[in-house]
């Protein structure tokens, strides 16, 4: 009987020695997205299992519409050790480093199923593994959806319908050029400005997601929206690295988990609302065209020069690898 106890006692101590260390933190988590978008309702699923899963240590405050500033400005903050963690298109890390780029190529992603895969696979490994220098890290992908076109002047039956417009575009200038392509005249705004760039005709239109756009409420100063899926917008879900190197490897890897575990949900989340938040679109009364198979592929082929152009900026490897994946062909 002694023995038992004292083997007991052995196995607690154990135990005890390896149980996770969480000291309490306050996570500041920012977004320019609208609260009920899909990313924001990931953050807020993520706030609440890491508080759950570190027993109210790790507690997170959820900053979304941008009240922490643009996206540019939350990245800083995140890299100067202000804001402890951001969700934002994974493509506009293409300013830090040249290989994000790769996702904001045009028309090419159309399965979501393969995004999956390549973005949890050694693609979004490779990825995160140039991050560190620039003073942050990334944790998951999750996801806003395929972009669509909207606009007050016009229905974008054609890719001829596109010229001339005034459309505000992420500041990425691997966007600038596609829509340039398209024979758009591209004009680069924060997030934050579109509202009201739109509503005074500053702008004639813009992209984004169908839940971006219900969310924003950019169909109450828009007429026509066209169904392009021109972009797949997987977001990155970041932590500064000042902060990340205060943690202890327990902290560390229950964010990490965390964060890929609600990519599971956020993913399902933002599709079943891709559905419904176009729905919402058209019932508001909004003109929601679906541009014709022939048309879009015209498209297509007026970015072709854009994607050669920055393929050969971004790892062989990695651009190999992708293509295959999508079954895309340069030539």
Known sequence: MKTIIGLLAAAFLVS???????????????????????????????????????????????????????????????????????VWNAGNMIAQEQDFGILDLPFIYQDVEVMDKLLD?????????????????????????????TNNKHEINKIEDISGLKVRVQQNQLLVDMWAALGANPTPLAVTELYTALETGAVDGQETTAPFILGSKYHEVQKYVSVTRHNYNPQIVLIGKPFW???????QKLIVDVARETAIEQRKISRDAQVSALQSIRDAGNTVTEVDPAEMQRMKDAVRPVIAKYAETFDPELTKTVFDAVGFQLN
């Open 245 to 251: 190197d205060k943690l202890n490897p327990d902290e």
């Open 16 to 86: 005890g020695a390896q149980a996770q260390e969480y000291n309490s933190h306050l996570i500041k988590f920012a977004a320019t997205g609208q609260a009920g978008t899909p990313p924001v309702l990931g953050m807020q699923i993520f706030a609440d299992k890491l508080a759950e899963r570190s027993g109210g240590k790790l507690k997170t405050k959820v900053f979304s519409n941008g009240v922490l500033g643009g996206d540019v400005q939350v990245l800083s903050s995140l890299q100067g050790g202000v804001v402890e963690m951001m």
């Open 121 to 149: 696979g050694e693609v979004g490994k490779k990825l995160n593994d140039e991050l560190p220098k620039h003073d942050v890290i990334g944790l998951a992908y999750w996801e806003q959806g395929f972009r669509l076109l």
